[in-house]
């Protein structure tokens, strides 16, 4: 065991050491979607250019997600303990763990893991392991005093059968317990651990509470040296009695507790430091008290090993209990490694011994995870397809609930459901609202009255999940014109354009105002518009593509995908929203409008290159999503189209005509 200290993110990121990140998977108690995304998930894309700004980083992330740069993230959390200040904005799987009622008890999903699979420059492949007591959230990754454990698993050289045994066991367990369907982060994870390139065994053990009780574990483990005459103990949380360590003192070992003291007050009850110390216990000073101390250490001393267990293992009687059935007590699930080292004069972890009745106490304060009275939340699991604009739910709630979408529109949720949002008057403003802050409200009916829960929701069509700020048409036209240059080139442009657009955008709190100054003159502008749609025309339906290697013509598709169907700063959407925002201002005429989205239809969507793209690339998922995509977009334009040829002044014919004289200029469309 080592005294370093280090900064998570920064050893996380050594270790990654830009290799390519192909897989992540993370299991935490709490869980903090803000947190995570402008955190932690960019050091799962090595080598990219993050801003401190949240909504340039939000559009830069969907450029990276079209370029297939974005690993299969899954993230596990307790739902009792998730962050209700905002939802989950990027794409990546979640999955809420509610463990069983007893009663108005239950335990915590407890475990702290960062599984992170990457690729070497030889296409090999390793796993990181992190072990440790962080939660996903500011105080476990930046603030409080953690203490993390680290493995490198690599097939052939450093695979040591039962350890990579235990976790891959451990991973099943969580999935077929709680997520049901394995996620495609976790199968890449399960697969290497799979491989059968064993090595020797190492010091080092798994435990999960899948296995057995904690009690049981330390009994077959480490209690089997008859020569420990000491224990050290790290906790943040304790029993209000030393009843889970009366093994241990059975044995004459004699236990030291690190107290949890902050600022030369403790933060647990005096009658827990007395209950202890009355069957011998001694207390000890953290080595710095400046910070909130939040590991979970167990630290044994034996004539020749010294054994000791880092991990989520707070010492109370849920996080020792282990899964139990048929049995009328609530558990965590918990993990942990135990390490055995032969040491002649190990390190001490403690220095200075407490003086009981000198200690000082603060009012102390349940936390989340060492209370164990909870609500019980409804089963339910709402899904948004971003791109058919809707909500579905499946709901085992044992009580009747309905969901807040606004003040006057309450929606009662049971079994399988789903709505249009397209079919409420505002509709499309809910759904704005549900991007911005992605999380559902719903109320449950109880005989105590009303409870309010809010829940995360899975994702179908991120890309077309509306964006926050939007560039001004001849600023994406701008963007156009680098379309055929280097990929970087033009992530450089964007992040430099978003980063001065957008700090004038914002005031003083961050909040976005309206600052597009559309130009007077923006009818002698027809000529560039009409440029820069033929420069994006020309460079999605170029027949030389067909030329390159499969690698770039699927790069390319991957484009097409973007520039038609997701909604970001420079996509074809996103000029439509901006031209349609013009036109509902009147800062543009209508015929001018319908002449541009006319445009939009015929040259892009209904172009017959496009056609024959998705039937080339008929076997990748973006070709359907392409085909479901433009259906859904040509029906609005339709519509949109439709609506204003009812108020042009014009005859029918030469409505027609013009069209005509489109497709004639365009190509014949089909």
């Known amino acids: 065991m080592t005294d370093k200290y280090h900064i998570l993110k920064e050893r996380l990121t050594s270790k990654i050491n830009g290799r390519s990140v192909k897989a992540a998977l993370f299991y935490t108690f709490n869980f903090d979607p803000q947190f995570f995304e402008n955190y932690i998930m960019p050091i799962l894309v090595p080598g990219q250019n993050f801003t401190n700004n949240n909504i340039t980083n939000n559009i830069l992330w969907r450029r990276l997600y079209k370029d297939n740069v974005v690993p299969p993230v899954t993230v596990y959390f307790d739902q009792n303990a998730k962050g209700k200040d905002s939802g989950p904005y990027l794409d990546y799987k979640l999955v809420a763990v509610n463990m069983p009622m007893v009663g108005k008890n239950k335990g915590n999903f407890h475990p702290k893991h960062s599984f992170i699979l990457v690729e070497n420059t030889d296409r090999t492949l390793e796993l990181i392991i992190l072990t440790g007591s962080n939660n996903i959230s500011q105080s476990g990754w930046c603030e409080n005093l953690e203490c993390i454990s680290e493995h490198e698993l690599i097939n052939g050289k450093e695979f040591p059968y039962d350890f990579k045994k235990s976790i891959n066991i451990f991973i099943n367990k969580v999935f077929n317990s709680y997520g049901k369907i394995q996620t495609e982060a976790e199968q890449f994870i399960s697969a290497y651990l799979n491989k059968i390139g064993y090595t020797k065994e190492k010091n080092y053990v798994f435990y999960d509470s899948f296995q057995s009780s904690f009690i049981d574990f330390l009994q077959e483990n480490v209690l089997v040296d008859n020569s420990i005459k000491s224990v050290e103990i790290i906790s943040p949380y304790f029993n209000s009695t030393p009843t889970l360590i009366e093994n241990i003192i059975a044995k004459k070992i004699q236990v030291r507790i690190q107290a949890p003291i902050k600022n030369d007050y403790c933060l647990i009850d005096k009658s827990v430091i007395e209950n202890y110390a009355h069957v011998g216990v001694k207390w000890f000073y953290p080595l710095d008290d400046s910070r909130n101390t939040h590991s979970k250490v167990y630290r044994f001393y034996g004539a020749e090993n010294t054994y000791t267990i880092i991990g989520s293992v707070n010492l109370t009687q849920p996080a020792w209990e282990g899964v139990v059935s048929g049995k009328k007590q609530i558990y965590n699930i918990e993990s942990a490694v135990l390490f055995v080292d032969k040491e002649v004069n190990p390190s001490r972890l403690f220095k200075k011994e407490i003086s009981v009745e000198k200690l000082?106490?603060?009012?102390?304060?349940?936390?989340?995870?060492?209370?164990?009275?909870?609500?019980?939340?409804?089963?339910?699991?709402?899904?948004?397809?971003?791109?058919?604009?809707?909500?579905?739910?499946?709901?085992?709630?044992?009580?009747?609930?309905?969901?807040?979408?606004?003040?006057?529109?309450?929606?009662?949720?049971?079994?399988?459901?789903?709505?249009?949002?397209?079919?409420?008057?505002?509709?499309?403003?809910?759904?704005?609202?549900?991007?911005?802050?992605?999380?559902?409200?719903?109320?449950?009916?109880t005989y105590d009255g009303e409870q309010v829960h809010y829940y995360y929701m899975e994702q179908i069509g991120f890309e077309c999940r509306p964006i926050e700020y939007r560039l001004s048409t001849n600023e994406i036209i701008d963007g156009w014109e680098l379309l055929g240059t280097d990929n970087n080139d033009l992530n450089d442009w964007l992040t430099t354009r978003l980063e001065t657009l957008i700090d004038l955008a914002q005031d003083e709190s961050g909040?976005?105002?309206?600052?597009?100054?559309?130009?007077?003159?923006?009818?002698?502008?027809?000529?560039?518009?009409?440029?820069?749609?033929?420069?994006?025309?020309?460079?999605?339906?170029?027949?030389?593509?067909?030329?390159?290697?499969?690698?770039?013509?699927?790069?390319?598709?991957?484009?097409?995908?973007?520039?038609?169907?997701?909604?970001?700063?420079?996509?074809?959407?996103?000029?439509?929203?901006?031209?349609?925002?013009?036109?509902?201002?009147?800062?543009?005429?209508?015929?001018?409008?319908?002449?541009?989205?006319?445009?939009?239809?015929?040259?892009?969507?209904?172009?017959?290159?496009?056609?024959?793209?998705?039937?080339?690339?008929?076997?990748?998922?973006?070709?359907?999503?392409?085909?479901?995509?433009?259906?859904?977009?040509?029906?609005?334009l339709n519509l949109e189209i439709f609506e204003i040829e009812k108020t042009i002044k014009v005859e029918k014919k030469k409505l027609k005509w013009a069209t005509n004289i489109l497709e004639s200029d365009y190509g014949n469309f089909e």
């Open 360 to 445: 000082q106490y603060l009012p102390t304060e349940s936390s989340a995870e060492n209370s164990f009275e909870r609500i019980e939340i409804p089963d339910i699991v709402f899904t948004i397809n971003w791109i058919n604009k809707t909500l579905s739910w499946i709901s085992k709630a044992k009580n009747k609930c309905k969901i807040e979408l606004s003040t006057k529109l309450f929606i009662d949720v049971s079994g399988r459901g789903s709505i249009s949002f397209m079919d409420f008057k505002n509709g499309f403003a809910i759904l704005e609202s549900l991007s911005r802050k992605p999380l559902i409200k719903v109320i449950e009916s």
């Open 511 to 636: 909040k976005l105002i309206d600052t597009h100054q559309i130009s007077k003159s923006l009818l002698n502008e027809m000529a560039r518009y009409f440029y820069g749609l033929s420069k994006l025309e020309s460079y999605l339906f170029n027949d030389n593509i067909y030329k390159k290697n499969k690698a770039e013509q699927e790069k390319h598709f991957n484009n097409v995908h973007y520039y038609l169907i997701n909604d970001n700063v420079d996509t074809l959407y996103s000029f439509w929203k901006m031209i349609q925002k013009q036109y509902e201002s009147t800062q543009i005429m209508r015929v001018y409008y319908w002449l541009l989205i006319s445009i939009l239809k015929l040259k892009f969507y209904e172009n017959k290159q496009l056609k024959r793209l998705t039937k080339h690339y008929s076997y990748l998922n973006k070709s359907n999503e392409i085909k479901v995509g433009t259906k859904k977009i040509i029906d609005e």
